[in-house]
Nanobody
């Protein structure tokens, strides 16, 4: 079972940028589709972005499309999420997740492995 550890969260002003990283323990990391989800206070966890095992296919929530970029480095067992043009509504705990499925990447239940989360706070 792959273990995931996120880092890179913090406090940033609106319009600023952050880069989140997720380190995976599994040697077969390159078999996994990787996703990022987020959960704001009082709200359900929601899909943010996903990337295929090869990095050749990416998916984004409409709310972050054009502002966030997901990428991965299979040689280093890491997946990253670049957050640009941040808005106060992006404030949430961001979670990295892994799945062996290549479809239904928008669905939480598709993911069997989760990190502990990293807090992103965007001030207005």
């Amino acid at each position: 079972q792959v273990q995931l550890v996120e880092s890179g969260g913090g406090l940033v002003q609106a319009g600023g940028s952050l880069r989140l990283s997720c380190a995976a323990s599994e040697r077969t990391f390159n078999r996994y589709t990787m996703g990022w989800f987020r959960q704001a206070p009082g709200k359900e966890r929601e899909f943010v972005a996903a990337i295929s095992w090869s990095g050749g296919s990416t998916s984004y929530a409409d709310s972050v499309k054009g502002r966030f970029t997901i990428s991965r480095n299979n040689a280093e067992n890491t997946v990253s999420l670049q957050l640009n043009s941040l808005k106060p509504e992006d404030t949430a705990v961001y979670y990295c997740a892994a799945t062996l499925y290549s479809s239904r990447v928008y669905t939480q239940s598709s993911y069997s492995n989760w990190g502990q989360g990293t807090q992103v706070t965007v001030s207005s």
